[in-house]
């Protein structure tokens, strides 16, 4: 397979571009964006087509500009693989609990299952892996029913045990952002209760949440043994309400003595 820089200078033909060309292209991007590190000598051009030199963020973006290239195409030529981040971030263990920024446009591949057997009950609690025929990749834009743009992820810390045993730490869970107002009624047990996804100057929060004077209050579940979390209403930002959650039931890390 040719190299990056090789490929590069394969897409510059193409176009039929000289070295000088690019370089001048690089300095229209540079007065776009006043910042020369946008600029591509000729010499470095060189360097990056013939020695394998590998280019700064800035001049591999002038370089997908001018020759008309995917920004996260090229990134794959050199080893970098934007979809694998989400995967990547996951093996990651974090202590705090957090939001996920990932783009769903830019990686928001699911793994579904696009054809079931005709003879399978879906009335019925069902093993899917016994009954999924196959399976595909389906952009999350494209699923029905789901208002992308107003739907957030997040991360449950692996030391936030605030809202055990209903979410698990190191759970996924998925925010609303168009549900933000605290509702104090409405719920009949604690599973229909609102759950909140709560920011503040020092890190997010998960509870149940209620007003009082000029408080925000986020409290925890009682059997996680947790603290409720009080804040001033105009210090505090409720990012939106949990609508889904992913978790596993057999954690191989419990918590031995909770506080």
């Not at 990749?137 to 029905?144: E, F, I």
């Not at 059997?223 to 979390?229: L, N």
């Given at each position: 397979?040719?190299?990056p820089g ?8 193409r176009?039929?571009?000289?070295y000088?060309?690019v370089?001048?292209a ?7 964006h006043?910042?020369?590190e946008f ?7 060189s360097d990056?087509e013939?020695k394998g ?5 800035y001049r ?15 990134l794959e030529w050199y080893g970098v693989l934007?979809a694998?981040?989400a ?9 705090k609990?957090h939001?996920i920024?990932?783009n769903?446009?830019?990686y928001?591949?699911?793994?579904v299952?696009l ?8 009335r019925?609690t069902t093993?899917?892996?016994h ?5 595909g ?8 029913g789901?208002d992308?743009?107003n ?8 030391d936030?045990?605030?809202m055990y045993?209903?979410?698990y730490?190191?759970?996924l ?7 933000r107002?605290?509702?104090l009624?409405?719920w009949?047990?604690e ?6 996804f709560?920011?503040?100057?020092t ?6 949440c209620?007003h009082?004077?000029?408080?925000l209050?986020v409290?925890?579940?009682p ?7 009080v804040?001033l209403?105009d210090e505090?930002?409720?990012?939106g ?5 992913a978790?596993?039931l057999?954690q191989?890390?419990r918590?031995q003595?909770?506080?």
């Open positions: 397979m040719d190299d090789h490929r590069l200078k394969q897409a510059r033909e176009l039929s571009l000289t000088r060309d370089g001048e690089s300095v229209q991007i540079a007065n776009r006043h910042n020369d600029l591509i000598a000729l010499s470095r051009l990056i013939n030199t590998v280019p700064s963020i591999l973006y002038s370089l997908c500009t001018i020759y008309r290239l995917e920004l996260s195409e090229v934007l694998r981040q995967a990547d971030a996951a093996s990651i263990v974090i202590g609990t939001p920024n990932f769903p446009g830019l928001g591949d699911l793994q299952p054809a079931l057997d005709p003879g399978v009950d879906l019925k093993f899917l892996s009954v999924v025929q196959r399976w990749k389906l952009p999350l834009s494209l699923l029905s789901a992308v743009k739907l957030r992820y997040a991360f449950v810390g692996s936030d045990w605030s045993p209903l979410i730490p190191e759970s869970i998925l925010i609303d952002e168009t549900q107002r605290v509702s009624a409405g009949s047990s599973f229909d209760r609102p759950i909140y709560v920011e503040h100057r890190g997010y929060f998960l509870g149940w209620s009082v004077d000029k408080q209050i409290s925890p579940h059997a996680s043994r947790a603290v409720p979390q804040f209403n505090v930002d409720i990012i309400q949990v609508s889904g959650v978790m596993r057999d191989p890390r918590r003595n909770p506080a």
